[in-house]
């Protein structure tokens, strides 16, 4: 009867200390899993609602603070995005996804000096990060320093030959570098890999109109952009057809 009774108490004893230490359960999980899927719906206001309730009662979960910090940085509030992600590597130091959010909050609060030594440690903890290499480049741009910007988006594009947007990035450092053609030929890689992203046609089609004097080249991509849904496709397109108009008609 001892050995029976001995057994529930240790029994009851594990089960607390899982409640305490892993974060607790039941009504705790439901606020987890609304506050996320509100998150992923870009939901931000209810996102907080729900998980600023959760990680107040348990806060060890890093993927809560993290998704908490991205909510209210899509709110507009970065400097409490911010007080998130040091509250959660409190509880989780050398959390991969909290530091790279808190670089890339540091970054949207043009803190770049600090985003940059952010990156640098999630490097260090994982060198074949290649977000953390495309986030560090663009505070490398901001600073100026575009040599460093170039390595490391060479080093991303080297992880990641599949990733559009590391090509994307690397045509807008090349284009810092004044780099024009090797540009537009990382906007091109960028398109072969996701030809319906808008974006990647207003950024070749600006290079090609404005420092190529290619208006063909430029005028096709804009219509392609615009096309795709791309309000300054669409401006761009409008102007060079006004621009157009005005040269036949003073040739009359």
């Known amino acids: 009867m001892f050995y029976l009774s001995g057994t529930r108490h240790l029994f009851l004893g594990v089960l607390l200390a899982a409640v305490v230490l892993g974060g607790g359960c039941g009504g705790d999980q439901e606020l987890l899993e609304k506050g996320l899927a509100a998150q992923k719906a870009k939901q931000p206001e209810q996102a907080v609602e729900f998980l600023s309730r ?17 909510s209210r940085l899509a ?10 992600l ?3 590597l409190e509880f989780n130091p050398r959390n991969l996804s909290l530091m790279a959010a808190r670089g890339k909050v540091l970054g949207e609060l043009e803190r770049h000096r600090e985003a940059i030594m952010a990156f640098t440690e999630v490097l260090a903890l994982d060198p074949a990060n290649a977000e953390a290499y495309k986030e560090r480049a663009e505070n490398f741009i901001q600073e100026g320093e575009l040599d460093k910007a170039k390595a490391d988006i060479d080093k991303a594009v080297a992880l990641a030959p599949q990733d559009p947007w590391a090509y994307h990035k690397l045509g807008m450092v090349e284009f810092s570098l004044n780099h024009y053609e090797a540009a537009v030929e990382a906007f091109s890689s960028a ?12 950024s070749r089609g600006q290079i090609y109109l404005r420092h190529l004097d290619r208006p063909d080249l430029a005028l096709a991509d804009f219509r392609k952009g615009c096309d795709l849904g791309h309000p300054l496709c669409c401006q761009e397109l409008e102007g060079m057809k006004a621009r157009g108009s005005k040269a036949s008609g003073s040739g009359k």
């Open 75 to 84: 709110l507009g509030r970065p400097e409490e995005a911010l007080r998130d």
């Open 86 to 88: 040091d509250k959660g």
């Open 54 to 70: 959760f990680v107040q009662q348990s806060p060890r979960q890093p993927e809560a603070w993290r998704a908490l910090a991205l």
């Open 191 to 202: 398109l072969r890999l996701a030809p319906d992203s808008p974006l990647f046609y207003f």
